[in-house]
């Protein structure tokens, strides 16, 4: 078994990957990746912290099960909404596509 160490040093290793990305990426799609690592990153914080409690309970589990749930339908929304805006503009780069807006 793993100490509580690693998980949470594996978290934040996801997390700061997923901020590096968000903060260097310029495509839609990558940043869509890099956010759902760190949305990652901090599902399993929460399953971590939730395994270790005194009283055990299924809460925690559960809650991650739902947000996974969310998470796939919210990439669900952002792919489609991704796809239009390559149709209407040709390019995924989010600096072209804010130029554009106006």
Same mark, same amino acid.
């Given at each position: 078994?793993?100490?509580?160490?690693?998980?949470?040093?594996?978290?934040?290793?996801?997390?700061?990957?997923?901020?590096?990305?968000?903060?260097?990426?310029?495509?839609?799609?990558?940043?869509?990746?890099? +956010?759902?690592?760190? =949305?990652?990153?901090?599902?399993?914080?929460?399953?971590?912290?939730?395994?270790?409690?005194?009283?055990?309970?299924?809460?925690?589990? +559960?809650?991650?099960?739902?947000?996974?749930?969310?998470?796939?339908?919210? +990439?669900?929304?952002? +792919?489609?909404?991704?796809?239009?805006? =390559?149709?209407?503009?040709?390019?995924?780069?989010?600096?072209?596509?804010?130029?554009?807006?106006?």
């Amino acid at each position: 078994m793993m100490s509580l160490f690693w998980y949470i040093a594996v978290a934040l290793l996801l997390a700061g990957i997923g901020v590096y990305g968000l903060l260097t990426r310029r495509n839609l799609i990558r940043i869509l990746i890099t +956010v759902e690592i760190m =949305f990652n990153a901090a599902l399993l914080l929460l399953l971590t912290m939730a395994s270790i409690s005194a009283a055990y309970k299924p809460t925690g589990i +559960v809650l991650a099960l739902l947000a996974i749930s969310l998470a796939s339908a919210e +990439v669900g929304v952002v +792919v489609s909404i991704a796809i239009l805006m =390559f149709r209407l503009k040709r390019s995924l780069d989010v600096y072209e596509i804010m130029e554009s807006r106006g």
